[in-house]
């Protein structure tokens, strides 16, 4: 593994195993220089950058059976407003009164698919965005990126699951410095029955870390020192010291200081646990942990199972013991029928692991990039020893009085050589010139074939190719061959990213044990408050559920961001953002976090749209309710104008009677007098 490193650095030690190359059989050194054409480094990155831009998302699901049962109640409460959706519009159209419950889905068919994807109660939303939380505290990116590394270089990675001042962390380990158990048969090493990890630290880091003292760092060190200076000395001491361990030595001084090596082993044990069961007088069944060993009167049962832990000791120095016992923090399910299984802080992959052997990239191209490199060093030895072209020329021939300076004078100057083709009998069919060629051109050609064979062979070993890398060698290339190329590529690398992704799923299955047995002190995750949408400090809220953590990918980021950015500038365009909400979520890095965003922002448009639609509804009614009071008004002012009407009318007609009446009887007075 270390020579693994070396390679993808560039820094193989490949001129010592091949100095049988670059001297002669007297013991010269040949004029060229070692020198590797060594390309691991940027194919590498390639698969890093690319795993590095691929996009994904946490889902985290509630399994036991608690979880599940509430999630049916929960679906069949909103199935039966699903129905009584239809009629709680009608009511709210007849009285304007909101009536339906925003938010749920049009049909059953939309609500099973709602419940399927969507749905997600008050605790695994809070471990969703604590997980989020954690791979921004922790900085997972740069531990995901450092294991696929490993991965890539080694054939391994590992990573160990802690808590660490009150709050989960993941940490990548070197695969140099981990161990496990070599029997293990899967690929994830799930079946792994004991892990370890060695570490250098220097003794003040040694001592705060296991708390050891002045005396226990001094006797450390003497034991260590008398037993390396006289071997003999190691049967008198009460236990076995060896001054190295599998060719690990327990102290080492690096840059003028003294570190001492420490090893913290796991290994898997089994203890029994006992319950008491008993039945009370209404028939139910009461459990509860014991150390009792039997029941006396026969009133309670006592039921005995072993359960799987995971013990740990760390040793120090080759002579010291600390924190032995059982494991700390053990990650357990909940759940009655897994209480018996533990997981260890360890999760580890190694791909292809069938026969107990890894092979890596890197591994499996060494001997060809060794190969390209000797091709190399003896094309520039040919380079080195090589001449210019030229002819053999028969001095014999030369006109008379010439000598040979005179003709390679006439022959750079006019490009002409001047023979006597009869002198001394010569025929004058004979070729005079012989051509000889002491130049580069086919050596360094052959080589250089050689070397690109080379290449297309780590080529087709490692999976990443030209086309992989961006080079396309011609415009005829472009669209089939380049397609054809990639695919190829992808084909060859896609096992290790899917094998990843269930890698991380497993550490993110860990964190989430994690956090609930760090949800004690909740006031750490603060800082998710925001984000949940809910202030859960004020809740009497345990995560007593058994959660499982997916790993989802998705589309690359910079595709992601390129779509989301669309969408926004859409909904800027149709109105339904403004343009400081707009800003707002085009400056946002995380586009789950962007989208999160940017649906709630949709949410209150929506709230702020109701609550004018139920205002201007408002006010219609209101405006219709002032227009029937008017209308009631006027029709009252109009009646009462019609009485008045009648009652001027009928008073002008008994006043227009009595006139006639007196008229009438003046006439017959007239007349009467008339008569007289």
Same mark, same amino acid.
């Given at each position: 593994?270390q020579?693994?490193?070396q390679?993808?650095?560039?820094?193989q030690?490949?001129?010592?195993?091949?100095?049988?190359l670059?001297?002669?059989?007297?013991g010269?050194?040949?004029?060229?220089?070692?020198f590797s054409?060594?390309?691991l480094r940027?194919?590498?990155?390639?698969?890093v950058?690319?795993?590095?831009?691929?996009?994904?998302?946490?889902?985290v699901?509630?399994?036991?059976?608690?979880?599940?049962?509430r999630?049916?109640?929960?679906?069949?409460?909103m199935?039966v407003?699903?129905?009584l959706?239809d009629?709680?519009?009608?009511?709210e159209?007849?009285?304007g009164?909101?009536?339906?419950?925003?938010?749920l889905p049009?049909?059953?068919?939309?609500?099973?698919?709602?419940?399927?994807r969507?749905f997600?109660?008050?605790?695994?939303?809070?471990i969703?965005?604590?997980?989020?939380f954690?791979e921004?505290r922790?900085y997972?990116?740069?531990?995901?990126?450092?294991?696929?590394l490993d991965?890539l270089?080694?054939?391994r990675?590992?990573i160990k699951?802690?808590?660490v001042n009150?709050?989960?962390?993941?940490?990548?380990?070197?695969?140099?410095?981990c161990f496990?158990?070599?029997?293990a048969e899967?690929?994830?090493l799930?079946d792994?029955t004991?892990?370890g990890?060695r570490?250098?630290?220097?003794?003040?880091?040694?001592?705060e870390r296991?708390?050891?003292d002045?005396?226990?760092?001094s006797?450390?060190?003497?034991?260590?020192?008398d037993v390396?200076?006289?071997?003999g000395?190691?049967?008198?001491?009460?236990?076995?010291?060896v001054p190295?361990?599998?060719?690990?030595?327990?102290?080492?001084?690096?840059?003028?200081?003294?570190?001492v090596?420490?090893l913290?082993?796991?290994?898997?044990?089994t203890?029994?646990l006992?319950?008491?069961?008993w039945?009370?007088?209404?028939?139910?069944?009461h459990?509860k942990?014991?150390?009792?060993?039997?029941?006396k009167?026969?009133?309670f049962?006592?039921?005995?199972?072993?359960?799987?832990?995971?013990r740990?000791?760390?040793?120090?120095g080759?002579?010291m013991?600390?924190?032995?016992g059982?494991m700390?923090?053990?990650q357990?399910?909940?759940?009655?029928e897994?209480?018996?299984?533990?997981?260890?802080?360890?999760?580890?992959?190694?791909?292809d692991?069938?026969d107990?052997?890894?092979?890596?990239i890197?591994?499996?191209?060494k001997?060809?990039q060794?190969?390209?490199?000797i091709?190399?060093?003896l094309?520039?030895?040919?380079?080195?020893v090589?001449?210019?072209?030229g002819?053999i020329?028969?001095v014999?021939?030369?006109?008379?009085?010439?000598?040979?300076e005179d003709?390679?004078?006439?022959?750079?100057?006019t490009?002409i050589?001047f023979?006597?083709?009869?002198?001394?009998?010569?025929?004058a069919q004979?070729n005079?010139?012989q051509s000889i060629?002491?130049s580069?051109?086919?050596?360094?050609t052959?080589?250089?074939?050689?070397i690109?064979?080379?290449d297309?062979?780590?080529?087709?070993?490692?999976?990443i190719?030209?086309a992989?890398q961006g080079?396309?060698q011609?415009?005829?290339q472009?669209?089939?061959?380049?397609?054809?190329?990639?695919?190829q590529?992808?084909?060859?690398?896609?096992?290790?990213f899917?094998l990843?992704?269930?890698f991380?799923s497993?550490?993110?299955?860990q964190?989430?044990?994690?956090v609930?047995?760090?949800?004690a002190?909740?006031?750490k995750?603060?800082?998710?408050?925001?984000d949940?949408?809910v202030?859960?400090?004020?809740?009497?809220?345990?995560?007593?559920?058994?959660f499982a953590?997916?790993?989802?990918?998705?589309?690359?980021?910079?595709?992601?961001?390129a779509?989301?950015?669309?969408?926004?500038?859409a909904?800027?365009?149709?109105?339904s953002?403004d343009?400081?909400?707009?800003?707002?979520l085009?400056?946002?890095?995380?586009?789950?976090?962007?989208? @999160?965003? +940017? !649906?709630?922002?949709?949410?209150?448009?929506?709230?702020k749209?109701? =609550?004018?639609q *139920?205002q201007?509804?408002? $006010?219609? @009614?209101? +405006? !219709?309710a002032?227009?029937?009071?008017?209308?009631l008004?006027?029709n =009252?002012?109009? *009646?009462q104008?019609?009485? $008045?009407?009648?009652?001027?009318?009928?008073?002008m007609?008994?006043?227009?009677?009595?006139k006639?009446?007196?008229?009438r009887?003046?006439?017959?007075?007239?007349?009467?007098?008339?008569?007289?």
């Amino acid at each position: 593994m270390q020579e693994s490193y070396q390679f993808f650095n560039n820094t193989q030690l490949s001129a010592d195993k091949f100095k049988y190359l670059q001297t002669s059989d007297t013991g010269e050194t040949y004029p060229a220089t070692w020198f590797s054409l060594n390309q691991l480094r940027s194919k590498i990155r390639v698969l890093v950058g690319e795993l590095m831009a691929r996009g994904y998302d946490f889902d985290v699901r509630a399994i036991n059976k608690e979880a599940k049962s509430r999630k049916i109640t929960k679906l069949e409460e909103m199935r039966v407003d699903v129905w009584l959706q239809d009629i709680a519009r009608q009511l709210e159209e007849a009285s304007g009164m909101p009536f339906a419950k925003p938010g749920l889905p049009e049909s059953e068919v939309e609500l099973d698919d709602y419940f399927k994807r969507d749905f997600r109660e008050l605790a695994e939303i809070i471990i969703y965005y604590a997980i989020r939380f954690l791979e921004k505290r922790n900085y997972w990116a740069i531990e995901r990126k450092a294991a696929f590394l490993d991965l890539l270089i080694t054939g391994r990675c590992f990573i160990k699951n802690d808590i660490v001042n009150g709050m989960p962390v993941a940490r990548r380990i070197d695969p140099r410095d981990c161990f496990f158990d070599r029997y293990a048969e899967d690929d994830l090493l799930r079946d792994s029955t004991y892990w370890g990890e060695r570490r250098y630290m220097s003794l003040p880091d040694a001592a705060e870390r296991y708390g050891l003292d002045k005396d226990e760092l001094s006797k450390m060190a003497t034991v260590y020192n008398d037993v390396t200076r006289n071997p003999g000395q190691r049967n008198q001491l009460s236990f076995s010291f060896v001054p190295s361990i599998g060719g690990w030595e327990w102290f080492k001084t690096e840059n003028n200081s003294q570190r001492v090596m420490v090893l913290e082993a796991y290994w898997q044990d089994t203890k029994e646990l006992k319950q008491k069961v008993w039945v009370d007088k209404f028939g139910n069944e009461h459990r509860k942990f014991t150390k009792t060993q039997n029941s006396k009167d026969g009133e309670f049962v006592i039921e005995r199972k072993r359960i799987k832990v995971w013990r740990t000791a760390t040793i120090i120095g080759g002579c010291m013991v600390k924190n032995w016992g059982i494991m700390p923090n053990q990650q357990k399910d909940t759940s009655t029928e897994l209480l018996h299984e533990a997981e260890p802080p360890f999760v580890g992959l190694i791909p292809d692991y069938v026969d107990g052997t890894s092979v890596s990239i890197v591994d499996q191209v060494k001997s060809l990039q060794n190969l390209k490199d000797i091709f190399a060093y003896l094309m520039q030895q040919v380079v080195s020893v090589a001449g210019v072209p030229g002819f053999i020329y028969d001095v014999a021939q030369a006109p008379q009085g010439w000598k040979p300076e005179d003709v390679v004078y006439y022959l750079k100057k006019t490009g002409i050589a001047f023979i006597n083709s009869k002198q001394n009998g010569t025929p004058a069919q004979f070729n005079q010139f012989q051509s000889i060629d002491l130049s580069l051109s086919q050596s360094v050609t052959k080589y250089l074939e050689l070397i690109n064979w080379c290449d297309n062979q780590i080529d087709l070993i490692s999976g990443i190719n030209e086309a992989r890398q961006g080079i396309v060698q011609g415009a005829s290339q472009a669209v089939g061959v380049t397609r054809s190329a990639l695919l190829q590529s992808n084909m060859v690398t896609a096992p290790l990213f899917g094998l990843f992704d269930l890698f991380c799923s497993r550490v993110w299955n860990q964190q989430a044990r994690l956090v609930k047995i760090t949800w004690a002190n909740k006031n750490k995750y603060a800082p998710i408050i925001g984000d949940v949408g809910v202030d859960f400090l004020k809740q009497d809220l345990d995560l007593v559920d058994d959660f499982a953590v997916f790993i989802e990918s998705k589309p690359e980021l910079l595709d992601n961001i390129a779509q989301f950015q669309q969408l926004v500038m859409a909904a800027l365009q149709s109105g339904s953002l403004d343009l400081l909400q707009a800003l707002t979520l085009l400056k946002e890095k995380d586009v789950v976090i962007g989208m @999160e965003k +940017l !649906r709630r922002m949709m949410d209150e448009q929506q709230d702020k749209q109701m =609550q004018q639609q *139920q205002q201007m509804m408002m $006010q219609q @009614e209101a +405006l !219709r309710a002032e227009n029937q009071q008017r209308m009631l008004e006027a029709n =009252q002012m109009s *009646q009462q104008a019609s009485l $008045q009407n009648q009652q001027s009318l009928q008073q002008m007609k008994g006043e227009q009677a009595i006139k006639e009446e007196l008229v009438r009887q003046r006439g017959e007075l007239l007349k009467e007098t008339v008569s007289e």
